[in-house]
């Protein structure tokens, strides 16, 4: 017998929900039924690209078909805590692209639904899936590396308010809720520790954007690794975040999937190759096998605390 595949919508059909789109169609048992874009012209385009049936603006539309079981939200940030809370008072597990809220508040309260309610809720914290970090953190749990320091650098040009298609954006990104918030967290899952300590400072804020953008924030871990990330929308150059991991036994330097040693040795990876696939893969097994996932609500709500505090370091 057959198990039905599981019925999942995506709302956003910008950038980051065709990369979903893309992966979903790679994982065996799930049917894409619906997809909510800001401009139905869009959602349609969309959806018949991808043999999607329905295609509309509305999410609570979306929210009461019986052929839903999930929801990916792939929206703007300033989205994300509202519609995952309804999305699971509407029965529906649900997968939010990062960050799971811009504020502690938020983030508690969807972490607090996803307890009561019992569905999945997966935060799209896909530093903890990308191949590169891994195999790292695999190294890390079995003793083989013990981390030093992670240093990061997140940069990006944004001067004015667009996405990563160069398309103008309905909303505006954030260098500390959103960008920030992958770091925080894959620092806390690579030493297995809450951070102690944290600090930051930020350059003159965008006079049409209002947003910081230029930060540095320094983290230190409980068993006193540390932490280094500077994060810029100012930079003219090569996009996108790079880590390098200092440990006792060896340096490795990681952009997304891909994995280098301090000497500049390609490591060879194992798994899938993508760390959007692994993580969407990662909600549907979770579902499957009614468990929590990994990046859960509950487990990443720590870095959400983090990000509070250094909210109001900055706002001194």
């Known amino acids: 017998m057959t198990a039905q595949p599981l019925r999942v919508a995506l709302a956003g059909a910008g950038a980051f929900g065709i990369k979903h789109l893309d992966a ?27 043999g999607i049936g329905h295609a509309t603006t509305e999410l609570a539309d979306v929210l009461a078909r019986d052929d839903v079981d999930a929801v990916i939200l792939a929206t703007p940030t300033q989205l994300h805590a509202r519609q995952a809370v309804a999305a699971m008072r509407a029965g529906k597990h649900v997968e939010v692209e990062i960050p799971l809220a811009d504020s502690r508040a938020d983030a508690e309260r969807v ?33 083989e590396l013990t981390l030093q320091q992670l240093t990061a650098q997140t940069f990006f040009f944004r001067r004015a308010n667009l996405n990563a298609l160069g398309e103008p954006r309905s909303w505006t990104d954030h260098l ?30 965008h006079p049409e954007l209002g947003i910081a953008m230029d930060l540095s924030i320094q983290l230190r871990a409980a068993g006193g690794a540390i932490c280094t990330l500077s994060l810029s929308f100012n930079n003219d150059g090569p996009f996108g975040t790079d880590f390098r991991y200092i440990c006792d036994n060896g340096t490795y330097l990681a952009r997304y999937d891909d994995l280098v040693t301090g000497k500049g040795e390609k490591v060879t990876l194992d798994g899938v190759a993508d760390g959007i696939e692994a993580q969407d893969r990662e909600f549907v ?7 929590e ?3 859960s609500a509950a487990a990443v709500l720590p870095g959400y605390q983090v990000l509070a505090d250094l909210e109001a370091e900055l706002s001194h």
């Open 285 to 291: 097994a979770a579902i499957r096998e009614g468990r």
């Open 176 to 205: 500390l809720w959103h960008h920030a918030a992958h770091t925080v967290d894959l620092f806390r899952f690579q030493t297995g520790e809450e951070i102690v300590a944290a600090h930051a400072v930020q350059g003159p804020l």
């Open 293 to 295: 996932p990994e990046s």
């Open 111 to 143: 972490a607090a639904t996803a307890r009561e309610t019992g569905l999945v809720c997966l935060a799209g914290h896909t530093r903890r899936f990308n191949p590169s970090h891994r195999w790292v953190h695999r190294k890390v749990v079995a003793g």
């Open 24 to 50: 979903l169609a790679r994982i065996d048992g799930v049917e894409v039924t619906a997809v909510v874009g800001r401009r139905l012209e869009q959602a349609r385009e969309v959806a018949a690209g991808y």
